[in-house]
């Protein structure tokens, strides 16, 4: 089975600063990672994925993650956040080739002028 | 596209009455996921369908809980008998095969007093 930590569950930061959003995972088999956004009062929605090849994954809103297979990790990043960033962002786990997702606590992001 | 629809999006009702949450995802999707967001728990797959047909129910919390999908266009969740600990925010979600993006509905939040 697999199972996600997001390290931090608060990120506060102020604008235009950058930002890392850290999450590790634990699996048996090979997996696909994926990053979600949710804003307040809304459902979910996908930033960015990595099923394979290039580790480094570019998505939307200027945001980019890296695989790390010895590390286990696919950390979030963004190099200047802007007030529209401040969300609550999932990092999530599928085994390769499924379609069921296990997800992280979650980590709020608090975007400050 | 209206984006996956869910209904109602508010709910409050007494313990012990029947609660049925109503999903319609995105045409052409072939998955439905029913997911529950609770601040002690997090974000939890409580089943999903493929082509109309329960795939993994493993996460549906006890014999209280149901979900059906009559056609690819509709599904639905009820709780029956509810109870205060069903409170929660529930999200139906929707992807096609093999692209690996879920799509998320508003949610209904769900009040059992």
């Known amino acids: 089975a697999q199972s996600v930590t997001q390290l931090d569950s608060q990120v506060p930061v102020f604008e235009e600063a950058p930002v890392e959003l850290r999450c590790n995972y634990s699996s048996s088999v090979s997996v696909y990672l994926f990053w979600y956004v949710q804003y307040p009062n809304q459902g979910l929605q996908l930033l960015l994925k990595?099923?394979?090849?290039?580790?480094l994954v570019k998505g939307i809103n200027g945001f980019e993650a890296e695989f790390n297979k010895s590390q286990t990790s696919f950390h979030l990043r963004k190099p200047s956040v802007h007030i529209s960033d401040t969300a609550e962002y999932f990092c999530a786990v599928s085994e390769s080739g499924s379609e069921k997702l296990v997800f992280g606590k979650g980590t709020k992001l608090t975007v400050n002028p | 596209d209206a984006g996956v629809i869910q209904s109602p999006r508010h709910e409050v009702t007494e313990m012990g009455q029947e609660v049925t949450l109503r999903c319609k995802p995105i045409?052409?999707?072939?998955?439905l996921f029913w997911y529950r967001q609770t601040m002690m728990r997090g974000l939890e797959l409580l089943i999903y369908?493929?082509?109309?047909?329960?795939?993994?129910d493993s996460g549906m919390p006890e014999d209280r809980f149901s979900a059906k999908m009559p056609n690819a266009s509709f599904s639905t969740l009820k709780i029956q008998p509810s109870e205060p600990r069903d409170s929660a925010v529930y999200f139906c979600?929707?992807?096609?095969?093999?692209?690996?993006?879920?799509?998320f509905g508003p949610g209904t939040r769900l009040t059992v007093t």
């Open positions: 045409s052409g999707h072939d998955y």
């Open positions: 979600a929707s992807s096609n095969p093999e692209r690996y993006e879920q799509y």
């Open positions: 369908f493929n082509n109309n047909v329960p795939i993994d």
């Open positions: 990595y099923l394979s090849g290039s580790t």
